[in-house]
């Protein structure tokens, strides 16, 4: 029988030692590069507005920066199978949101992701009532006239959405199956071209959140004629509630992080404290409240749960509406 010396034992725990040390100072050293983030939506619209109003919070607390990827099409889900596929260390996040990871898995036949099994919840972000906005040609101020207006009027008026099975599109649906009206779904890429076509009046509606439609709203540009949410916005005290008119409707975005599935549960608990601190920060939440979006900080549990229940209730308005997509 042959056995070590003690010189020869002390080195090999000495050598375990620093393995061990170096191990968790590399677990510790998280973040040490740049971070990735996605967003599945172009330049310009709410989740780009939203995203960048954060970022910085983001880079500041990380202590690295993070460096924002628009990655549109497909209803989001190019940017979601992107993210879904990178490594999950952690320096690839992904700015998720209602579409992609509530209503898309209804509306399309197949997902080239899965939104439970390939992503792992950082945290909510943010929540955004939808704005009943109009091109001012259109005769009417308020959700009743324009109701009135669709039905005096059948096939006139065209609404736009930022894409099938976005919650604009969702939204619109679920608008004229309450009312009883017809409108002429167009789908677009993205809020921006939306915007631009509903101002140049190629299209006569549309749903989307206070902070990509607030200057055009403000400059006449646009006419914002009912909120999604049951109470009114502080930034549009004369707007009414839709469900003044429509009783029970109530609709609007939500934005949260993920990263992909695999993540080592230490760093996604470094994310989400960096969310959760710079949603805390009050000049960050009143920035977000003057774009229309309420600051909404979650656990990774919290978020997760938000996220299946969710996917059951948009599931059910998506089957009513009749909306698919290869």
Do not use: C
């Not at 906005?133 to 109701?147: D, F, G, K, M, Y």
């Not at 190629?202 to 999604?228: C, H, N, P, T, W």
């Amino acid at each position: 029988m042959i056995f070590a010396s003690p010189p020869a034992i002390f080195l090999r725990l000495f050598s375990a030692a620093l393995l061990l040390s170096g191990a968790v100072a590399h677990a510790d050293d998280f973040p040490n590069k740049p971070i990735t983030l996605i967003v599945p939506f172009p330049p310009a619209g709410i989740i780009d507005i939203l995203t960048r109003s954060i970022g910085p919070g983001l880079s500041e607390r990380l202590g690295q920066p993070v460096v924002i990827e628009n990655r549109p099409g497909a209803g989001g889900n190019i940017g979601a199978a992107q993210a879904a596929k990178s490594p999950a260390d952690g320096y690839t996040i992904f700015m998720g949101l209602i579409s992609t990871h509530a209503i898309n898995q209804t509306l399309y036949k197949s997902l080239p992701y899965d939104p439970i099994k390939d992503f792992q919840p950082i945290s909510l972000v943010a929540k955004a009532p939808l704005i009943l906005l109009v091109n001012p040609t259109v005769a009417a101020t308020s959700t009743r006239e324009l109701i009135a207006y669709a039905k005096a009027n059948p096939g006139k008026l065209n609404f736009a959405s930022a894409g099938n099975g976005s919650a604009s599109h969702i939204a619109m649906a679920m608008f004229a199956t309450m009312a009883q009206i017809n409108l002429t779904h167009v789908p677009y890429r993205g809020s921006a071209p939306a915007q631009v076509d509903l101002m140049a009046g190629a299209v006569q509606g549309y749903f989307d959140a206070q902070a990509s439609e607030l200057q055009a709203i403000q400059s006449g540009k646009l006419r914002a004629i009912g909120v999604g949410s049951p109470t009114r916005l502080p930034a549009l005290p004369d707007v009414e509630p839709i469900s003044d008119t429509l009783v029970g409707f109530q609709f609007g975005s939500w934005f949260g992080l993920l990263a992909p599935a695999g993540i080592p549960p230490e760093r996604t608990a470094i994310l989400n404290r960096a969310v959760r601190a710079t949603l805390e920060d009050p000049e960050v939440r009143k920035r977000l409240a003057d774009q229309g979006l309420q600051a909404e900080p979650s656990t990774p549990a919290e978020f997760g749960a938000f996220i299946k229940s969710e996917t059951e209730r948009l599931g059910k308005l998506v089957r009513e509406s009749g909306a698919q997509v290869e």
